[in-house]
Structures are given as structure tokens and as C-alpha cells.
């Protein structure tokens, strides 16, 4: 099984920018959707952002423009650029690859990664 390590959260003022990565011990077939997801306290996780094997992306609504998904199938890395950033980005970070047919996740969910974003 593939296990998914994500890093490169911390703390930024708005306005400020970060980039997350999400660091695979393997490959993960190119049925899956590589996907950013946040949770925020009291919140449900939501998708962010995802990327396919094409390299086609979709993002949600409240960060189109602002962030940016990628991937880098070389290392097994994907990444998530993430500018402008706002309060409301405040979460905790996760990856995970869905299979774009059964909708099943890849892996178990790994910790994750914070991202306050506060003055």
C-alpha cells in the first residue's frame, strides 16, 4: 500500500503564499485523482483541488485562482501553491488519491498538514 506523507504548512499572514507536498512512497495508478483536501475545525474535510493523469485540474470555487495543484510523477510528489491566502484557508491539509470509477481512496488518511493563515 502506498502511503502519503504531506508536508509544508505553517503559519502565514494573509496574503501570504504556501506550498504544500504530498510525498508518495510509491506510484498510484493513473485511476486515481491525486486530490488536495482540508478539514477546518468543525468542518467536514472538502476537496480543494485535484489533478488527473492528463494533468487536467478542477478546484473548488472559494480557492480558483488563488491555488494551484501539480504533480511531479518522477518523485511521486504532488503539490499544492497556494497564494493569496485568507483566514478562512485556516485547516488542516490532507492528500489522497480517488479512484475516478469506485470513487474509493488510495490510502488511509495520514495526518496532514496545517495551515493557519492569521495576523
Known amino acids: 500500500q502506498v502511503h502519503l506523507v504531506e508536508s509544508g504548512g505553517g503559519l502565514v499572514q494573509p496574503g501570504g503564499s504556501l506550498r504544500l507536498s504530498c510525498a508518495g512512497s510509491?506510484?498510484?495508478?493513473?485511476?486515481?485523482?491525486m486530490g488536495w483536501y482540508r478539514q477546518a475545525p468543525g468542518k467536514q474535510r472538502e476537496l480543494v483541488a485535484a489533478i488527473i493523469s492528463g494533468g487536467n485540474t478542477n478546484y473548488a470555487d472559494s480557492v480558483k485562482g488563488r491555488f494551484t495543484i501539480s504533480r511531479d510523477n518522477a518523485k511521486n510528489t504532488v503539490y499544492l501553491q497556494m497564494n493569496s491566502l485568507k483566514p478562512e484557508d485556516t485547516a488542516v491539509y490532507y492528500c489522497?488519491?480517488?479512484?475516478?470509477?469506485?470513487?474509493?481512496?488510495?490510502?488511509?488518511w495520514g495526518q496532514g498538514t496545517q495551515v493557519t493563515v492569521s495576523s
Open positions: 489522497n488519491g480517488r479512484n475516478r470509477f469506485s470513487g474509493l481512496y488510495a490510502t488511509p
Open positions: 510509491g506510484s498510484i495508478p493513473s485511476t486515481y485523482a
